[in-house]
């Protein structure tokens, strides 16, 4: 996990391009400016509406998207998740004013590499980007004050780990709210499979329903998931 990160000495300065997401124009505006402030950032494109990221994602393949965790149409946690489905080589940061650390774990388990708080986009964000270029998690300080004062942090392995990657995908949109038809669907798998995949991870992890599932998640993976 990573509070603070630049680009590191003599770091070589490669264009990286990157899609911003937030249903409010002038904030877009403001969020281009942030990323195009930094020589080697490029705002790639912009969408206003989870449909609109997922077709732009898809057409321009971008290194890192920039979103909104409530969007109008869909939740921009799930948005991630589908992004990542198809392209899991992008990084994801996700913007919020919600601190609370469910809101939080939800978005690092759909994927999300960073999580930043919109009321310090202005100093953040780049930094932010360059940490998951990097391979590393960036959260905002004040998140991971709270997480520390209700003692989630880093495990040395994460149980999680020992899941399949398909099994993986099906715990991320299952934390993330989706119901098996959804899962299904966005996974081309039958229903049944889906419940099959559930059962297996409630095995492995050892909890016996949905709820204990999250709770489970959520105080031993939030940071190596």
């Known amino acids: 996990m990573q509070t603070g990160v630049g680009i590191r000495a003599g770091q070589p300065r490669q264009t990286t391009s990157v ?3 937030d249903e409010h ?3 877009r505006q403001s ?3 942030m990323v195009e402030k930094r020589a080697n ?3 790639i494109g912009t969408a206003a509406t989870g449909a609109q990221a997922l077709e732009t994602a898809a057409r ?3 290194d890192v998207v920039v979103m909104d965790y409530a969007l109008h149409d869909l939740s921009g946690v799930d948005v991630a998740a589908e992004i990542l489905c198809e392209q899991p080589q992008i990084r994801i940061v996700i913007l919020s004013i919600c601190q609370a650390p469910e809101s939080v774990f939800r978005a690092l388990c759909a994927g999300a590499h960073a999580y930043v708080l919109k009321q310090s986009a202005s100093t953040e964000l780049a930094p932010a980007v360059m940490a998951t270029l990097q391979g590393k998690r960036y959260l905002s300080p004040p998140i991971a004050d709270v997480l520390q004062r209700r003692g989630i942090g880093a495990t040395s392995r994460s149980p999680i780990e020992y899941l399949s990657a398909r099994e993986r995908e099906v715990l991320q949109f299952t934390v993330s709210g989706a119901t098996s038809a959804q899962i299904a669907h966005r996974l081309a798998l039958s229903p049944k499979t889906v419940e099959t995949y559930r059962s297996r991870i409630r095995e492995k992890l050892g909890v016996a329903d949905h ?3 999250i ?3 959520l105080q031993h993976t939030m940071y190596s998931y």
């Open 215 to 217: 709770r489970f998640a």
């Open 60 to 62: 321009t393949s971008p």
């Open 19 to 21: 899609l911003v997401v």
């Open 25 to 27: 124009s002038i904030v």
């Open 31 to 33: 969020l281009c400016a």
């Open 41 to 43: 950032l490029h705002v």
């Open 211 to 213: 709820a204990g599932l």
